[in-house]
């Protein structure tokens, strides 16, 4: 089983829409989890952080965290054409150094 | 100004040839990444510096060595470049390099293609 796992996509919303991204995560003790966004041929650029179990809103993002299940999603409100990229999971884990474990990723398509 | 930046962008090279990928953060942060970005996108940890101290060191053949001469610079030397090598290497920093809030932040990337 891999540590983090991730729907790979692609997801395709029409514009306007809800896009659900889903990661479930392996049995460890977890620290802090972090959503990436990546566009095409760009670096990740953080859009979401969340530590405790609930939820969490940033204007058109909600991250959701449950870590009796070992489950983060990330919604996105109003899905605009701008919002088509690969997005990220990363949980961190206590006494890994800090360092991030990406799922492979989900690519989603806002279709105007 | 850019927070995190690598040079160079792209890199083309010769299998065998050693090169050298330079990052430079303006940050303030003590902790530095290269991450590694294959052809299917998976992006995985290689190394990690606090404050030019080697804190994490994941399964990478010692081909690659990481470099920190200060706490704003980390750089990767690759010997004897290998087809397999061919990736994007991102270089990141963060405030901290434990802690529930260690949020990193990346640079634009570099593009190596091993011929």
């Known amino acids: 089983q891999k540590e983090v796992e991730q729907n790979s996509g692609p997801l395709s919303v029409p514009e306007g829409a809800i896009a659900s991204l889903n990661c479930t995560y392996s049995?460890?003790?977890?620290?802090?989890f972090f959503w990436y966004r990546q566009y095409s041929g760009k670096s990740p650029e953080l859009i979401m952080s969340i530590y405790s179990n609930g939820d969490k809103e940033d204007g058109r993002f909600t991250a959701q965290l449950n870590k009796a299940s070992q489950y983060v999603s990330l919604l996105i409100r109003d899905s605009q054409p701008s919002d088509s990229a690969t997005y990220l999971c990363?949980?961190?884990?206590?006494?890994?150094?800090?360092?991030?474990?990406f799922g492979q990723g989900t690519e989603l398509s806002v279709k105007p | 100004d850019t927070a995190v930046s690598q040079t160079p962008k792209y890199l083309v090279t010769q299998m065998g040839n050693d090169k050298s990928i330079k990052c430079e953060q303006n940050l303030g942060h003590d902790t530095m990444y290269w991450y590694k970005q294959d052809s299917k996108k998976f992006l995985k940890i290689m190394f990690s510096?606090?404050?030019?101290?080697?804190?994490i060191n994941e399964t990478v053949p010692n081909r690659f060595s990481p470099k920190s001469p200060d706490k704003a610079h980390l750089n990767l030397h690759i010997n004897s470049l290998e087809l397999g090598d061919s990736a994007v290497y991102f270089c990141?920093?963060?405030?901290?390099?434990?802690?529930?809030?260690?949020?990193?932040?990346f640079g634009a990337g570099t593009r190596l293609s091993v011929l």
């Open positions: 990363a949980p961190t884990f206590y006494n890994q150094g800090g360092k991030l474990i």
């Open positions: 510096y606090n404050n030019k101290e080697l804190i």
């Open positions: 990141a920093s963060s405030p901290e390099g434990q802690g529930a809030k260690n949020i990193q932040y």
């Open positions: 049995d460890r003790v977890s620290q802090s």
